[in-house]
């Protein structure tokens, strides 16, 4: 087990923890420039900084090469050089944080005040540079019930889907960072009243709660990943909200698939949670249900909140789960790549929607109001079928399990997002 206690406070609802350590890019008022960085507790631990001061002496990162990696303004090329460096980075950096490890940087006030940022004085920059981004569809539930709702309850499961991890390419460029704002979208829709398509703005805007790998090693053109070695090539996991203009994405959707009621816009949480951290949590119990293949969840609890612009703070209308997966991570990086597709280090695979079997644990608002036909009261003063404009979306994570007589909690920190208003069209 690695150490448990850290010099740094950590109190016990933190979602970072010295058992986390999970990896982002930062900037600061006195750094502007992006760097690697990890967390512990209510602070942001400069990993730039901290390679300078030679805390990184290991046959994978020593030699400057920390240095090198972690003064990039992306962590692409610290994921492309493989686990082996994952972890010692991830044991070093719990060793120097822990009440019992070196005493480099912890009798060291001056170099703590340079290496510890307070988290709320850090600009969070996007975690990686995203070649490619392919969003699957994995829950079952979920395929489900959108299948129902746009071609009928006979119809609502195509007959490959549970052969093989449905998948669409998605749009890198527009995947932003928790807490950039996304503007309302504009497309085709089917006027419900005249049966034609007409050019508007999206009246049905909705969130999609999703979990998103990263890959940190890639693959050869030509070559494929097996699933028995798809651990070593996934760097870590981070929320996802897919944002989905419903009315767009429905007109559209027929014969390729999904285009403009998706590319607009699409949010992660600011640090990626590796896989060894979340080890403990995987559930070796799945639910009858959940029968694909190589069995392989995470229990992630997951949850999603609205803030309309009048209230204080944002409601809980979501609680699901990332076990409720049918598809794990694993089976989509092997069917990915069975092709000979080759998979690039930063390149994400989100895990569509995540619903759960209950009505509490669905993740999208098509199906919490069942297309806008059972809006629900959200606040005292506001009811919601779909996002309207000013509201922010906000999703959390993490993993609690007793462990070894105490309690481990690892959390994905949040992943933002306010719907601005739509642009004027162009004439």
């Given at each position: 087990m690695p150490p448990v206690a850290s010099f740094v406070e950590v109190l016990p609802d933190s979602d970072f923890p010295l058992e986390n350590i999970p990896?982002?890019?930062?900037?600061?008022?006195?750094?502007?420039?992006?760097?690697?960085?990890?967390?512990?507790?209510?602070?942001?631990?400069?990993?730039?900084?901290?390679?300078?001061?030679?805390?990184?002496?290991?046959?994978?990162?020593?030699?400057?090469?920390?240095?090198?990696?972690?003064?990039?303004?992306?962590?692409?090329?610290?994921?492309?050089?493989?686990?082996?460096?994952w972890r010692e980075a991830r044991s070093t950096i719990q060793a120097t944080l822990s009440e019992t490890g070196p005493s480099k940087l912890r009798g060291n006030k001056t170099l703590q005040a340079e290496v510890l940022k307070p988290l709320n004085s850090v600009q969070y920059h996007m975690p990686a540079q995203i070649g490619d981004y392919t969003d699957f569809y994995a829950s079952k539930e979920?395929?489900?019930?959108?299948?129902?709702?746009?071609?009928?309850?006979?119809?609502?499961l195509m007959p490959n889907w549970v052969h093989l991890p449905v998948g669409?390419?998605?749009?890198?460029?527009?995947?932003?960072?928790?807490?950039?704002?996304?503007?309302?979208?504009?497309?085709?829709?089917?006027?419900?009243?005249?049966?034609?398509?007409?050019?508007?703005?999206?009246?049905?805007?909705?969130?999609?709660?999703?979990?998103?790998?990263?890959?940190?090693?890639?693959?050869?053109?030509?070559?494929?990943?097996?699933?028995?070695?798809?651990?070593?090539?996934?760097?870590?996991?981070?929320?996802m909200n897919d944002w989905s203009a419903r009315d767009i994405q429905q007109y559209e959707y027929v014969p390729l698939g999904p285009f403009l009621g998706k590319n607009f816009g699409t949010t992660i949480s600011p640090w990626i949670i590796t896989l060894d951290a979340l080890?403990?949590?995987?559930?070796?119990?799945?639910?009858?249900?959940?029968?694909?293949?190589?069995?392989?969840?995470?229990?992630?609890k997951l949850e999603v909140a609205i803030k309309p612009p009048s209230a204080e703070k944002p409601t809980v209308v979501s609680r699901s789960n990332l076990k409720y997966m049918y598809w794990s991570f694993k089976?989509?990086?092997?069917?990915?790549?069975?092709n000979g597709c080759n998979m690039r280090a930063g390149d994400l695979l989100g895990?569509?929607?995540?619903?759960?079997?209950?009505?509490?644990s669905l993740g999208s608002?098509?199906?919490?109001?069942?297309?806008?036909?059972?809006?629900?009261?959200?606040?005292?003063?506001?009811?919601?079928?779909?996002?309207?404009?000013?509201?922010?979306?906000v999703m959390r994570g993490y993993c609690e399990r007793d462990l070894d007589g105490h309690r481990i909690r690892i959390g994905f920190g949040e992943a933002r997002g306010k719907l601005a208003p739509p642009k004027p069209a162009p004439m």
């Open positions: 990896f982002g890019v930062i900037s600061t008022a006195q750094q502007a420039s992006p760097r690697a960085a990890t967390a512990i507790g209510t602070y942001a631990v400069d990993l730039l900084v901290l390679a300078k001061a030679g805390a990184f002496e290991g046959p994978q990162l020593g030699n400057g090469v920390a240095e090198r990696v972690f003064g990039q303004p992306a962590l692409n090329e610290f994921m492309s050089l493989g686990r082996s460096a979920h395929a489900t019930n959108v299948g129902v709702m746009f071609r009928g309850k006979e119809n609502a669409y390419h998605g749009r890198a460029s527009s995947v932003v960072v928790s807490g950039t704002p996304i503007t309302r979208p504009s497309g085709l829709i089917l006027n419900p009243q005249t049966k034609a398509p007409e050019f508007s703005t999206s009246k049905k805007l909705d969130y999609e709660l999703e979990v998103a790998a990263f890959v940190g090693i890639g693959n050869t053109l030509g070559d494929s990943i097996p699933v028995s070695q798809a651990d070593d090539h996934i760097f870590g996991l981070a929320l080890e403990p949590f995987r559930d070796p119990t799945p639910a009858s249900y959940l029968n694909a293949g190589t069995y392989d969840a995470y229990d992630v089976q989509m990086l092997a069917h990915h790549t069975i895990s569509g929607t995540i619903s759960g079997p209950t009505p509490e608002l098509l199906e919490l109001s069942k297309n806008g036909s059972e809006p629900f009261q959200l606040t005292a003063d506001d009811t919601r079928a779909f996002i309207e404009d000013g509201d922010e979306v």
